[in-house]
């Protein structure tokens, strides 16, 4: 059972940037894939960005690649998400997900989600 708990969203102007962190409770967070999700109103959720269990493989939607970059650290069980030059079509919820099936971009094949947080980005 993993446990997942996002934040540091929030407000900001286009051109900006935001660093979201996602805590995970539980002893196996390092055999888990982290992946990024975000959904935005009438939408369908999108896939953002995963990393696989090491860290050392990433995957980017291409809607961020360049702007967006996923850290983890598996000694402090956290994933983070640094967001550079915002757009306003990057505002929505963003969730964080673990998977046990590996760097997958699509999310039945996750099985933990957190709650999620709010970016919103002004023009």
């Known amino acids: 059972q993993v446990q997942l708990v996002e934040s540091g969203g929030g407000l900001v102007q286009a051109g900006g940037s935001l660093r979201l962190s996602c805590a995970a409770s539980?002893?196996?967070?390092?055999?888990?894939?982290m992946g990024w999700f975000r959904q935005a109103p009438g939408k369908e959720r999108e896939f953002v960005v995963v990393i696989n269990w090491s860290g050392g493989n990433t995957y980017y939607a291409d809607s961020v690649k360049g702007r967006f970059t996923i850290s983890r650290d598996n000694a402090k069980n956290k994933v983070y998400l640094q967001m550079n030059s915002l757009k306003p079509e990057d505002t929505a919820v963003y969730y964080c997900?673990?998977?046990?099936?590996?760097?997958?971009?699509?999310?039945?094949?996750?099985?933990?989600w957190g709650q999620g947080t709010q970016v919103t980005v002004s023009s």
């Open positions: 997900a673990a998977s046990g099936v590996g760097d997958s971009d699509s999310p039945r094949d996750y099985h933990y």
């Open positions: 539980g002893r196996t967070f390092s055999s888990y894939a």
